[in-house]
């Protein structure tokens, strides 16, 4: 089932929903769904209001993610989502749009706290009944600028930091997220549902996690944008953590020029949070102003092979994209590999651990004093006693070893971040960005998606090196897609996320694949 397909049917599936009468307001836009632009026009002009817009989605998620192919991409929807969209209709009768997000309804990864009377949970059982008395930073920037908090998306539960035989997207308290193009594929993660909720239509954009992979992963494998910020551009305080080193929110949206806006509403500075306070004065309030449909011409990109080296059809691919990029007017570099190729990878992981332990703990300790569940050691105990619901399909391992972990003055710890640091950046990134006076590095962000493994958890399409993509994934799925990765180093001046944007992304269709973003590292994601 392609993506015209698969709308049409689902529109169909929505008109005969047991027990719920249709909007009176059409569920689907004729043709592809309106980017943030078309959207804020037709607030604009009176064709749209933020109440029948909301309505629209949520109408759609229940159609589609409730009943009929059941994506599980939303774990709840917010209550007060129809009156907040009242409201800020009325205040634009009254006053104009705050800005162009004024009304716009976006879905929020269930790991960002929201003070709505919505939970945030990481997808855990064990934060049920956590319902956060305030906004995170992130959150109160969106509602400033007029958007409508449509509700919590499913996520890999705990972001994928729970084990190394993990389901990409399956969550305890949301079950298996599912891949609109293909319903027995992965949707990938961490930020699953809200990958596939930009996918599906279920909402205008959405809010997304990653520590290493979990925005643009999914983006890539569901055919959207999805854009890693630079660490400290989005305030990382009220998201339930795993690594304060490499943690960011950023957007997912159907389009760059959509995924630069809604960057632009989530950044700002946070004098409570390190890393943001390290940005100091390089905080851009438009990133919309970056974007050239020419910006290829005269770039400088070098190419990263060895990702996929392993791989024939995935390089095969990543050619055709190559050639793209030179038709638009880029100088190609390629190869231009890290040297550092992989030395990251054991260094990495001891930092996760230890960071996920120390920053955990630091976040569960924020609870009431009653909850169940305020340490590390706290939920690994929790698990083992409801391994029925939580652990019926993998193990908690990645949480044992964590738990084993000293503090973060232990020498392995530092040793393993200057490692990190030395591979990725001075070493990796930023000396190839110096040797070929590059502007970025480009390669795929993924492998093709997977079939769905409830036994074995995920598989890793770009490193197999038996079978081609297409027979270790059971064949092509009609309508999947993957797509590429921009990279560089992090944000040193204001123009920097210029290079990031100069890519116009295609809406997915059946075989063909769409643009991504990333700027920094690459492996599993998270």
Known sequence: MDRRDFLMATTAAMLTVPGRAPSAQPSTPAGPPPDLANIAAAMTDGRLTARGLTQVYLDRIEALDRHGPTLRAV??????????????????LAHGPRGPLHGVPILIKDNVETSDRMMTTAGSLALDGWYAPQDAPLIARLRAAGVVILGKTN??????????????????????????????????????????????????????????????????????????????????RGIVPISH???????????????????????????SDAASVAVGGRFVADYQRFLDPDGLRGARLGIARRFFADNAPLNDFL?????????????????????????????????????????????????????????????????????????????????????AKAGLQDAPYLKARAACLRATRAKGIDAVLARHRLDAIVTLTSGPAWLIDPVNGDF???RDRRLSAHQRTGGSAPGSAHGTVFFRRCVQRTDAPAARLRVRARRPRARDPCARLEPLEESQPR
Do not use: M
């Open 75 to 92: 774990l709840e929807t917010n209550p007060r989502a129809l009156d907040i969209a009242a409201a800020l209709d009325e205040e634009r």
């Open 460 to 462: 890793d399409t770009r």
């Open 319 to 403: 050619d055709r994209c190559v050639a793209t990029l030179a038709r638009a007017g880029a100088q190609i570099i390629d190869p231009a590999d890290l040297p550092t190729h992989g030395d990251w990878v054991a260094p990495e992981q001891e930092v996760l651990l230890y960071e996920f332990k120390s920053d955990l703990n630091a976040y569960l300790a924020r609870l009431p004093s009653g909850f169940p569940v305020r340490t590390l050691a706290d939920l690994i105990r929790f698990n083992a006693a409801q391994a029925p619901r939580e652990l019926p399909l993998f193990d908690q391992e990645l949480l044992r070893q964590a738990e």
């Open 245 to 271: 080193s490499q943690d960011t929110a950023g957007p997912l949206a159907r389009s760059v020029r959509d995924a630069a806006l809604l960057l632009g509403a989530l950044s700002g500075p946070d004098a």
């Open 155 to 236: 996520l890999s539960e705990w972001a994928n930091f729970r084990s190394t035989h993990s389901s990409s997207g399956w969550s305890a308290r949301g079950g298996q997220t599912l891949n609109p193009h293909a319903l027995n594929r992965t949707p990938s993660g961490s930020s699953s549902g809200s990958a596939v909720a930009v996918a599906a239509d279920l909402c205008a954009a959405a809010v997304g996690t990653e520590t290493d992979g979990s925005i643009v992963s999914p983006a890539s494998i569901n055919g959207i944008v999805g854009l890693k910020p630079t660490v400290g551009l989005v305030s990382r």
